[in-house]
Nanobody, 121 residues
């Protein structure tokens, strides 16, 4: 079994910062891409930021310059530093990773349980 456990969500005022963490544990051989998604009430889940095993990153336009994704491969952990938060960033944030559990099978999608981020105006 593989688990992704997020932490770091909470309530913050507009302009504030939060740092999300997501740790992968279990029977893991290799972790490929790691991503952060979010889902606001009444909206579809969207990809916020992603990072490859080599460290290449991508962001949606609305968070560029404010959010920073990083990872520690030795700790199987991905982070999302969120600065200059806005009320529209309010959502449940989900960690996602492509994880290989077998040398003979491809990497599979794994998701965390989500962590609530609420930004007050």
């Amino acid at each position: 079994q593989v688990q992704l456990v997020e932490s770091g969500g909470g309530l913050v005022q507009a302009g504030g910062s939060l740092r999300l963490s997501c740790v992968a544990s279990g029977s893991i051989i290799w972790i490929d891409d790691m991503n952060w998604y979010r889902q606001a009430p009444g909206k579809q889940r969207e990809l916020v930021a992603g990072i490859t095993v080599g460290g290449s990153t991508n962001y949606i336009d609305s968070v560029k310059g404010r959010f920073t994704i990083s990872r520690d491969n030795a700790k199987n952990t991905v982070y999302l530093q969120m600065d200059s938060l806005k009320p529209e960033d309010t959502a449940v944030y989900y960690c996602h990773a492509l994880i290989r559990r077998s040398v003979t099978r491809p990497s599979l999608d794994h998701w965390g349980q989500g962590t609530q981020v609420t930004v007050s105006s």
